[in-house]
């Protein structure tokens, strides 16, 4: 069990006691590290798809890249955050990755009032059409 690693969202008695069993059976050896904490929901997947879809038609909309405007929004909109590389801090851009579904929301909404700064329009498909869409392309 040494290298084994787990994770829990503990919403039951039944994954509580789960994750009780888990720990227990845990060598002292390696040394291992347990957290607990709140559970919060991260970015949905359709949230995610629309994101990208709106940095495609912004690219195609500025000329700029897309790679190139995702970094543009995350410097401008999340920011930096200080990390620990051998004992040296260094600041490293925050990523979507870790927004939760509300913060994502409010990334969103900024992104969109870039958008009609630029007078682009930005396609907002039905949601449950969208959802179901794997290439997160705009339905007709």
């Given amino acids: 069990m040494a290298n084994d690693s787990a994770f829990f969202v503990i919403d039951s008695m039944e994954k509580r006691r789960a994750a009780v069993e888990f ?7 390696p040394i291992m590290s347990v957290e607990v904490k709140p559970h919060r929901r991260s970015r949905s997947v359709a949230q995610n798809r629309l994101y990208w879809m709106w940095i495609h038609v912004l690219a195609e909309h500025t000329g700029y890249d897309e790679q190139e405007l995702h970094l543009y929004f995350r410097e401008h909109f999340l920011g930096y955050e200080p990390i620990i590389i051998r004992e ?4 490293t851009l925050k990523s979507t990755t870790e927004l939760t579904v509300r913060q994502f929301t409010d990334y969103l909404n900024r992104i969109g009032r870039v958008a009609y700064f630029l007078e682009v329009t930005l396609p907002y ?3 449950a ?3 179901l869409n794997n290439k997160g392309e705009p339905m007709n």
């Fill in 23 to 29: 720990v227990a059976r845990i060598a002292s050896n």
């Fill in 88 to 91: 040296k801090r260094v600041f």
């Fill in 129 to 131: 059409d969208f959802a």
């Fill in 125 to 127: 498909p039905d949601e």
